[in-house]
């Protein structure tokens, strides 16, 4: 079964692509694939975020080594991607003194400026492990959308290959724009 996640600033959710019935997404849509053997494991709205952690079927929000995380800012429109990359770094390294930053790609996708890059500490909270992250920022018309990858183990060249075609992905959509409209989801 392929699962699709798409989040909006009123829904936040998983659509399963099952071929029961199709689903219409309004509004603007966060669009990207679920990992295979990843599910769900911490949804919360805190104010104006909504946040969404996926990790693997065997593994909790507190005690990962993989985790997919989706942070939706409602509103937040006066950040560009280049702006909220900049400060995640600042404060990555503010706390990992001896990490690495490494910008990958910004610009526009489908009309929405975004921003991709990476970041590495040889040490996380979990003891004796190192933690990389990879994210992507897009700002829509509505709101500021980041999604991170992160790892607490070393990365194979295939795996950041691998996990930067996924962000790659990762796009948006809005059923308000003809140009930009929603695929719909069977």
């Known amino acids: 079964m392929r699962q699709v996640f798409c989040a909006t600033s009123f829904v936040l959710g998983l659509v399963l692509a099952t071929g029961v019935s199709a689903t219409e997404m309004t509004g603007e849509n966060l669009l990207l694939g679920v990992p295979a053997g990843f599910k769900v494991g911490f949804q919360d709205r805190k104010g104006p975020i909504l946040v969404t952690e996926m990790v693997p079927e065997k593994e909790s929000a507190d005690d990962w080594t993989e985790k997919l995380s989706t942070q939706i800012f409602v509103g937040l429109k006066s950040v560009t991607p ?78 950041v290959a691998q996990w930067m075609q996924f962000l790659k992905a990762v796009s948006l959509c809005d059923s308000r724009v003809p140009e930009k409209a929603c695929p719909k989801v069977e």
Do not use: H
């Open 82 to 159: 280049a702006e909220f990359e900049k400060e995640s770094r600042r404060q990555w390294l503010e706390v990992c003194k001896e990490g690495n930053f490494s910008a990958i790609a910004s610009g526009e996708e489908k009309g929405y400026p975004f921003s991709v890059w990476m970041l590495s500490c040889p040490y996380s909270k979990a003891p004796g492990r190192p933690e990389t992250a990879m994210f992507k920022a897009i700002r829509g018309a509505d709101d500021l959308y980041v999604v991170q990858k992160a790892f607490r183990f070393e990365l194979a060249r295939e795996q």
